[in-house]
């Protein structure tokens, strides 16, 4: 049984940073690639960081040099750091894997406030 579990979210100034946890089980973790996505009501979910299972990643334009997507094999864990957060990053973000998959967790609320 696939599971994905997220973890970190909670209410943050602008400017302020977030470290965010997707554990997984029930999948081959280290031989797939992972990603997180957000989700704002109204809108379609967009990626926001990919992490392969070597370790290269892929970031959304508006994240670059903001966000650090990371995995630890042994922990069966990826981790989103979220730095310099703004208010347009407010959203649920969830975590897909395998990538592309139809495995999603429960999501985490993240409030970024002005």
């Known amino acids: 049984q696939v599971q994905l579990v997220e973890s970190g979210g909670g209410l943050v100034q602008a400017g302020g940073s977030l470290r965010l946890s997707c554990a997984a089980s029930?999948?081959?973790?280290?031989?797939?690639?992972i990603g997180w996505y957000r989700q704002v009501p109204g809108k379609q979910r967009e990626m926001v960081a990919t992490?392969?299972?070597?370790?290269?990643?892929n970031y959304a334009d508006s994240v670059k040099g903001r966000f650090t997507i990371s995995r630890d094999n042994l922990k069966n864990t990826v981790y989103l750091q979220m730095n310099s957060l703004k208010p347009e990053d407010t959203a649920v973000y969830s975590c897909?894997?395998?990538?592309?998959?139809?495995?999603w967790g429960q999501g985490t609320q993240v409030t970024v406030s002005s």
């Open positions: 029930g999948i081959f973790f280290v031989g797939n690639a």
């Open positions: 897909n894997g395998p990538l592309y998959s139809v495995y």
């Open positions: 992490i392969s299972r070597d370790g290269g990643t």
